[in-house]
């Protein structure tokens, strides 16, 4: 089973900066990779697939990068409607597909 | 494309529960979707449970916590897909998410639903 490993657990930052988020898998995923915006109550959101293909109607300022085992999101300039909670998931040699544990961004 | 689930309730241990997820929208083929259950325990992150694949030939997938225990079928009449959970545990406890996506393997999930709370508990 492929681990990912998300990092920072918890993202602490103002409207208006740079957030980077950091995906590794415990095996190479070629660019098998996608994901996802979670915030409570709601359903999850996709953002990104293949490594760094915009889903439909996510806005230019969410952009992914990465392959083999290292992966990253970038969110260019936070807006307020950002904050939440944000997942990998795995799309290679499955099942099992996994996700990774999350990492928090909350307000600074 | 909107999803959504039903089915979730309380449970006995032991016991059993069906969750549907029927999926609508316009121009929508549902046979050439991929779809899947993922859930999130309280207070913990997303956890795949299984997939069923669209297309020709159907394919279904479980993580390993399941297999045994759940099924996963589609009616693309209805344009509905099925979990039927047995055996059910105390570590099954959480929102349960009907998702998919446009193509046959459920390897992405573009679309979600709400999420259905099942608490399986004496």
């Known amino acids: 089973e492929i681990v990912l490993t998300q990092s920072p657990a918890t993202l602490s930052l103002s409207p208006g900066e740079r957030a980077t988020f950091s995906c590794r898998a415990s095996?190479?995923?070629?660019?098998?990779l996608g994901w996802y915006q979670h915030k409570p109550g709601q359903a999850p959101r996709l953002l990104i697939y293949?490594?760094?293909n915009r889903a439909t109607g996510v806005p230019a300022r969410f952009s992914g990068s990465g392959s083999g085992t290292d992966f990253t999101l970038t969110i260019s300039s936070l807006e307020p409607e950002d904050f939440a909670v944000y997942y990998c998931?795995?799309?290679?040699?499955?099942?099992?597909?996994?996700f990774g544990q999350g990492t928090r961004l909350e307000i600074k | 494309v909107q999803l959504l689930e039903s089915g979730g309730g309380l449970v006995q241990p032991g016991g059993s529960l069906r969750l549907s997820c029927v999926v609508s929208?316009?121009?929508?083929?549902?046979?050439?979707?991929?779809m899947g259950w993922i859930r999130q325990a309280p207070g913990k992150g997303l956890e795949w449970v299984s997939g069923i694949s669209g297309g020709d030939t159907i394919s279904t997938y479980y993580a390993d916590s399941v297999k045994g225990r759940f099924t996963i079928s589609r009616d693309n009449s209805k344009n509905t897909v099925y979990l039927q959970m047995g055996t059910l545990r105390a570590e099954d406890t959480a929102v349960y998410f009907c998702?998919?996506?446009?193509?046959?393997?459920?390897?992405?999930?573009?679309?979600w639903g709400q999420g259905a709370l099942v608490t399986v508990s004496s």
């Open positions: 293949g490594a760094s």
């Open positions: 998931q795995h799309c290679n040699n499955w099942p099992p597909i996994t």
């Open positions: 929208g316009y121009g929508l083929m549902f046979d050439r979707y991929g």
């Open positions: 095996q190479s995923l070629s660019n098998c």
């Open positions: 998702a998919g996506r446009p193509g046959a393997l459920p390897v992405y999930f573009d679309y």
